[in-house]
């Protein structure tokens, strides 16, 4: 099998592992009363210590000014806040406050929940070798970033 061909299996297998898993928990996801762009903000935001607004709208693919209604809608809601950056007073930066990261943190959860059980299953060997796929994905988005 060519590196094309078992990229394409690994894929598949993914989605059939996310369709065999799909009894999680989407209350968390429903209660969240908040729109997309407010969340997509949100996630964008809590993966950075620290983003420049104007980074934040271009990575939402927006402008200024759209982005700093989503970020004072998070703001009202104590989810992110707002910063001076220390060596230039007229730069705006956005993090996430300990509300936004439980709330996220609280999304994320739901996978975990499914996962833990599952992964009790495996050996130890299996365990390892899950343990040590993961690892080499996450080294391979930090370098890709």
């Not at 059939?16 to 996630?43: C, F, G, H, V, Y």
């Not at 983003?51 to 990575?59: D, G, K, P, Q, V």
């Not at 000014?65 to 703001?75: E, F, I, P, Q, Y």
Request: hydrophobic share 40%; no cysteine.
């Amino acid at each position: 099998m060519d590196q094309e061909e078992e990229i394409e299996d690994i894929l598949r297998l993914q989605d059939e592992l996310i369709r065999q898993r799909s009894t999680w928990n989407p209350d968390p996801w429903l209660e969240l009363n908040m729109s997309t762009p407010q969340l997509k903000a949100l996630l964008l935001i809590s993966g950075d210590e620290n983003i420049r607004m104007r980074e934040l709208a271009r990575r939402l693919g927006g402008s200024f000014s759209n982005a700093t209604v989503l970020v004072d809608r998070l703001v009202d809601r104590s989810l992110v806040e707002r910063l001076a950056e220390p060596q230039d007073r007229r730069v705006v930066l956005v993090r996430t406050t300990r509300r936004g990261v439980r709330l996220i943190e609280r999304l994320m959860t739901s996978w975990r929940v499914l996962s833990g059980p599952l992964l009790e299953t495996l050996t130890s060997e299996d365990l390892a070798t899950v343990h040590k796929a993961l690892r080499l994905l996450l080294e391979a988005a930090q370098k890709n970033r």
